[in-house]
C-alpha cells in the first residue's frame, strides 16, 4: 500500500496563478482532509470530506475549492494564489471505523510558495 | 487563545535524559487525545493515544487530567531519535472539524 500520496512535492506560483494539488489514498478510507501547516499556527483544515460527492468547509476555506469524485481521490485547488497561501499543504485520510477512526494517516506534503 | 495550547520549546536535552511536555484545553467538550510526532519537513505520524487512566508504551508515557484539562507526554532515557515536533491533538468529536492540532513542542536530543 502507498498510502496517502500528494503531488507535487514542491511548487511556486506566481500571485494570482491557479493549480490543483493531487491527494490519493489506496486505504479504502472514506474520510479525508486538506490542512496547512504554518510555523507556530499548528495544523489548520481547510476542507474535509466524509465521502465520495461530500465535502465541507474547514476552518480556513477561503480561496481553496475540493471536489470529491472518488474515494480514492481528493485534489485541493487554490483558485488565484496569493502570497498568504504560502505553506506547506498535509492531506490525510482516516477510516470511518469508529473504532479506529481517530489515526489519520498523512501524505508527505506539499510546499508551495506563492511569489 | 488557542483552544490547545503547547509550550513550543525547543527543549534540548542530553541523550538518556528524561522530558516531559505538557498540552493544555480550553474545551471540556474534549473527547479523545492523541500525541503525534513530526520529524523534520516530514508528515505527522500518530505517537500514540492518551487515556483517562494513563498509558505507556516503551519509554513513552501519556497522562490525561480532566480536571485540569491537560495531557502530558513523558520520554525516558531518550535516544537521537526522539528529536521531533511532538504534536498535541484533541478531538471533540467524529468530524474532522472537531480534530485541533497543537502547534507543537520541538524537542532536540545532544550526544
Redesign the interface.
Given at each position: 500500500n502507498a498510502g496517502v500520496t500528494q503531488t507535487p512535492k514542491f511548487q511556486v506560483l506566481k500571485t494570482g496563478q491557479s493549480m490543483t494539488l493531487q491527494c490519493a489514498q489506496d486505504m479504502n478510507h472514506e474520510?479525508m482532509?486538506w490542512?496547512r501547516q504554518d510555523p507556530?499556527?499548528?495544523?489548520?483544515?481547510i476542507h474535509?470530506s466524509?465521502g465520495a460527492g461530500i465535502t465541507?468547509q474547514?476552518?480556513v476555506p477561503n480561496g481553496y475549492n475540493v471536489s470529491r469524485s472518488t474515494t480514492e481521490d481528493f485534489p485541493l485547488r487554490l483558485l488565484s494564489a496569493a502570497p498568504s497561501q504560502t505553506s506547506v499543504y498535509?492531506c490525510a485520510s482516516r477510516t470511518a471505523d469508529?473504532l479506529s477512526?481517530?489515526?489519520?494517516f498523512?501524505?508527505?506534503?506539499t510546499r508551495l510558495t506563492v511569489l | 487563545r488557542k483552544e490547545v495550547e503547547q509550550d513550543p520549546g525547543p527543549f534540548n536535552v542530553p541523550e538518556g535524559a528524561t522530558v516531559a511536555f505538557n498540552c493544555t484545553y480550553s474545551n471540556s467538550a474534549s473527547q479523545s487525545f492523541f500525541w503525534y510526532r513530526q520529524d523534520c519537513r516530514k508528515e505527522p505520524k500518530l505517537l500514540m493515544s492518551v487515556y483517562s487512566s494513563g498509558n505507556e508504551d516503551g519509554r513513552f508515557t501519556a497522562q490525561l487530567n480532566r480536571a485540569s484539562q491537560y495531557i502530558s507526554l513523558l520520554i525516558r532515557d531518550s535516544k537521537l531519535s526522539d528529536s521531533a515536533t511532538y504534536l498535541c491533538v484533541v478531538n471533540r468529536g467524529s468530524s474532522a472539524s472537531k480534530i485541533i492540532f497543537g502547534s507543537g513542542t520541538r524537542l532536540s536530543i545532544r550526544p
Open positions: 474520510y482532509s490542512y507556530g499556527m499548528g495544523l489548520r483544515l474535509y466524509v465541507d474547514g476552518e498535509f469508529p477512526y481517530n489515526e489519520q498523512f501524505g508527505p506534503g | -
